[in-house]
């Protein structure tokens, strides 16, 4: 596969994750095909709008990954800022302003610079979990160091992040790029990989239990922003109760993430980041084996 093969291989896994997360229901306070969740400023239709113009941004990151020639990786993340920054643009164009993808645009841009940079290292198109991760892990090295200018006071605006780390000490999605995706590493990917390769479960269905995994995991500042440590607490333990009444694999389970929907919209509750984590965790299964899901 040449260069432009690889990029338009990334990019179209990218989107693909993308449009399977949104589109598994139901998620509990989330967007899905069934409800707008816990938002009144968008719906489904407001994510495939968004969806339909990051094409570009994941191959240009790709394309970055194959042509840089460092030592530090760090200076890849520098490369693909700019990038970053206008993704936003057209994000928010498309959407009229509406936040959809930021989360997504900053983690699944780390993650097509890497394998760009695998690829031309390496000069094949699968990548092992571990190998993806170790290389975002370098491209994001420190970049939780930014938090700690919060700290010091020395900025007049805070980003929503630097607030919720002065606040609980969370490193949201920065701490888990930093990390090479530690929480899909460990909780996510293993359940993904084994239900797809063994279950013959539908693909809505194995992706509604990998969030749920997530959800009773993640420390996700969607929800700590919006609510605080007591909401993030009881989205676990709900998150929980519904794994141990076999998730959304049995009659039971799939009644109470049901319920939990109803409950988290009634709340206003929206675990973001743990959707966030989803459409990572389908990204770097397919950099692995493929994209035929």
Sequence with gaps: MNNNGFCEFV?????????????????????????????????????????????????KCTEAGIAFKGEDYRDLLVAIR?????????????????????????????????????????????????????????????????LEEAHKGEK????????????????????????????VMKVSLPVLENLILSSGHHINDILIQVLIHLMARTEDSNVLGRHGMEALTYV??????????????????????????KAFIAKNISPGGSADLLAVSMMIYMLKNGDRI
């Design 156 to 183: 007049e605006e805070l980003t929503y992040g630097e607030r919720l780390y002065l606040k609980y000490g969370i490193k949201g999605i920065r701490g888990e790029v930093e990390s090479g995706f530690e929480t």
């Design 11 to 59: 990019s179209n896994i990218a989107i693909k994750s993308i449009l399977y997360e949104v589109s598994a229901s139901p998620k509990p306070g989330l967007v899905d095909r069934y409800n707008p969740g816990a938002h009144r400023d968008m719906d489904f239709f407001t994510f495939l709008r968004s969806s339909s113009v990051l094409y570009p941004y994941f191959y």
């Design 82 to 146: 700019p990038i970053g920054i206008k993704a936003e643009e057209d994000m928010f164009k498309a959407t009229e302003g509406i936040n959809t993808h930021k989360g997504i645009i900053f983690s699944m841009g780390i993650i097509a610079a890497a394998v760009g940079s695998l690829f031309a290292e390496k000069d094949r198109v699968s990548f092992e979990y571990e190998e993806i991760s170790r290389r975002v892990s370098l491209i994001a090295r420190d970049i939780t160091g930014e």
């Design 236 to 261: 676990q333990r709900e998150s929980q109760k519904a794994l141990g009444l076999g998730g959304y694999l049995s009659e039971e389970g799939r009644g109470h993430i049901e319920a939990m929907d």
